[in-house]
Every structure is written in structure tokens, then in C-alpha cells.
């Protein structure tokens, strides 16, 4: 019995249709990696947040959250400055400007807690952090930080973020936006601001 391989016009049409078939999927394989992001991003903002609160209770004292924005966005070092749109952050006692190499310490300044650095999802992300509605009566400009007393609430008397909002860079693009709202009792909430359902949990403020 003859055994029958692939002729050269039957592998060219499977080819051009597995190509046809792989580029109608790119986008939605694009899309599904940058929704990835922007989720791992918001997260991961609302774990240093949470962990600066948490920290300062333990504490009994101040611990602030900062985004800072780096020269190399993989790398926590000395190039840091605060920017109220990075997903990059350290939770430290004092201002961690310029030092966000330095060790953790409780006692070294900029008595750093933890950090992250975000890598290479920076240039996909839109972050942009604010003091929600009432920001123009706050400061006039963006807030990068937000400080927790030994009670766990946001510190009086400083220009905090209280809302945080994470999406993609192209406004072309359907990604998914997320927002995290800290309340004035220092709550961390992650939110859907498209969400208009009432009953829908997802739903911000």
C-alpha cells in the first residue's frame, strides 16, 4: 500500500491559512497581554498601599507610599523621583528621592519598607494618580504620595492620593481600566470605572 506525504501545494495552503488564522489573533493576544499588565499593575499598587498602612500601624508611626519613576524601569536605584505616573513604588518613612537603592531599614534613611520596580510594563501602562474629585482644592499639582499614621487613616495635612487609575496607552485599544480609591479611614478598594450598575460590586466610589 503506497503511504501518501503532504504535496508542496497542500503544506503552502495549511501555511497560509495557520498565517491567516495567526494574524487575525495577534490583536486579541496583544490586548490579552496588556489587560494582563494593567491588572498585575493595579495589584500590585494596592499591595504597596496596603502595605505602607500596615506598616505604620505596626509602627506606631507614619509610613508613607510613593510612586517614583526610574531610568531604568526594572531597577529600584538612585535615579528615582517621585512622578504621579509610574506603576514603580516604595513604601519608606521619609522621602525616598534619589535613594531607592537603599537597603530596608528601620532606621537608615529613607527607612525604606519595600519597593518594586515595574520593568518593563511601564511604556504599556497609563497610570495617573489624583486626589479624586476634590483635587483642585488640594493641591495644584498631581499628589505622588500618601501617608498612614499609627492608626492606619491617611495623615492629615498633607496633598495625599486618594484614587489611582491604571489602563492601556492606546485610546485606539478596548483594555480594561482599573482604579484603586483610598477612602478617608485609609480602606484600599479596586474598582471598575465603567461599571455604572449600582449592584455591580465592581463598581468605584
Known amino acids: 500500500m503506497r503511504q501518501r506525504g503532504f504535496t508542496l501545494i497542500e503544506m503552502v495552503v495549511t501555511l497560509a491559512i495557520f ?20 491588572r498585575n499593575a493595579a495589584q500590585s499598587i494596592q ?8 506598616e505604620a500601624v505596626r509602627r506606631n508611626q507614619n509610613v508613607s507610599f510613593h510612586l517614583v519613576s526610574l531610568s531604568d524601569p526594572g ?20 522621602d525616598p528621592t534619589g535613594k531607592c537603592s537603599a537597603a530596608p531599614s528601620p532606621t537608615t534613611a529613607p527607612r525604606i519598607v519595600t519597593g518594586y ?3 518593563s510594563a ?5 497610570v495617573n494618580a489624583s486626589n479624586g474629585p476634590h483635587m483642585s482644592l488640594v493641591s495644584s499639582a498631581p499628589p505622588t504620595s500618601i501617608t498612614f499614621n499609627g492608626f492606619g487613616r491617611p495623615a492629615s495635612g498633607t496633598s495625599a492620593i486618594t484614587r ?18 483610598i477612602s478617608n479611614v485609609g480602606r484600599v478598594r479596586l474598582c471598575d470605572p465603567r461599571v455604572t450598575n449600582a449592584n455591580d460590586p465592581r463598581i468605584c466610589g
Do not use: F, K, Q
Open 19 to 38: 498565517g491567516l488564522i495567526l494574524m487575525m489573533a495577534m490583536p486579541s493576544v496583544a490586548s490579552w497581554v496588556d489587560n494582563t499588565r494593567i
Open 117 to 119: 520596580a515595574a520593568g
Open 164 to 181: 489611582i487609575d491604571v489602563t492601556g496607552v492606546s485610546g485606539a485599544t478596548n483594555y480594561v481600566a482599573l482604579r484603586l480609591e
Open 75 to 94: 531597577v529600584l536605584d538612585n535615579t528615582c523621583a517621585l512622578a504621579p505616573n509610574s506603576p514603580s513604588w516604595i513604601v519608606s518613612v521619609d
Open 122 to 126: 511601564t511604556s504599556r501602562l497609563l
Open 47 to 54: 499591595i504597596g498601599i496596603e502595605t505602607a498602612r500596615n
